[in-house]
């Protein structure tokens, strides 16, 4: 069984300043993992994924996430914050086929002008 | 447009009622999950389709829930007897095969639904 667990609720930024949003996992098989992100009113956008390639795993929108099997994480960071990164940020761990995709409760970003 | 359809977009039901809601994936998309998100959650995993076979369904999915996927191509989440607990978006998504490197999930917009 997988599952995911988003280490903050919510993480507010400023403007221009990094972002880090902490991911930890737990599964029985080799993981595939993922970060969508959900604006208000839209639907879940895919920011990035990792299936067992590189650690570092660059997305959209200047977003990138490492892979680390020994502390079980999987961190979104960006160097800079943009207002239009406000949103919902969910991590999700499935099995290396893509099966049994387990969602975390979601991290809210707010970032302040 | 060719990403993950649903229908309809918001539905409100009296509780008692039956509703049902579509899902067309994207083409040739062999996998198929309902998800359920409430307010300020993540999604909840509710079952998956491999082609036309359902492989797994969640201690969530009631006894008044049931999902079809005839042919392998457009699915079908029903709710009987609606209960006010059932208020939430339900989203879809689609996917390939796992087998390669294609295991991202499509989302569509989901269907709001209110039971009043």
């Known amino acids: 069984a997988q599952s995911v667990t988003q280490l903050d609720s919510h993480v507010s930024v400023s403007e221009g300043t990094p972002v880090l949003l902490r991911c930890n996992y737990s599964?029985?098989?080799?993981?595939?993992l993922f970060w969508y992100v959900q604006h208000p009113n839209k639907g879940l956008q895919l920011l990035l994924k990792y299936t067992s390639a590189a650690t570092l795993v660059k997305g959209i929108n200047g977003f990138e996430a490492e892979f680390k099997k020994s502390e079980t994480s999987f961190h979104l960071t960006k160097p800079s914050a943009h207002m239009s990164d406000a949103a919902e940020y969910f991590c999700?761990?499935?099995?290396?086929?893509?099966?049994?995709?387990?969602f975390g409760a979601g991290t809210r970003l707010t970032v302040k002008p | 447009d060719t990403g993950v359809s649903q229908d309809p977009r918001h539905k409100i039901t009296k509780r008692g009622q039956n509703v049902t809601f579509r899902c067309d994936p994207i083409?040739?998309?062999?996998?198929l999950y309902w998800y359920r998100q409430t307010l300020g959650q993540g999604p909840e995993f509710l079952t998956y389709?491999?082609?036309?076979?359902?492989?797994?369904k969640s201690r969530l999915l009631s006894d008044r829930f049931s999902a079809e996927r005839p042919k392998g191509s457009f699915s079908t989440l029903e709710i009987q007897r609606t209960e006010q607990g059932d208020s939430a978006m339900y989203l879809c998504a689609s996917s390939l095969d796992g087998r390669g490197v294609n295991t991202e999930a499509f989302f569509g917009q989901g269907t709001r639904l209110t039971v009043v």
């Open positions: 083409s040739e998309h062999n996998r």
């Open positions: 599964s029985s098989y080799s993981p595939s």
């Open positions: 389709f491999q082609n036309e076979a359902q492989l797994e």
């Open positions: 999700v761990v499935s099995d290396w086929r893509g099966n049994d995709m387990r």
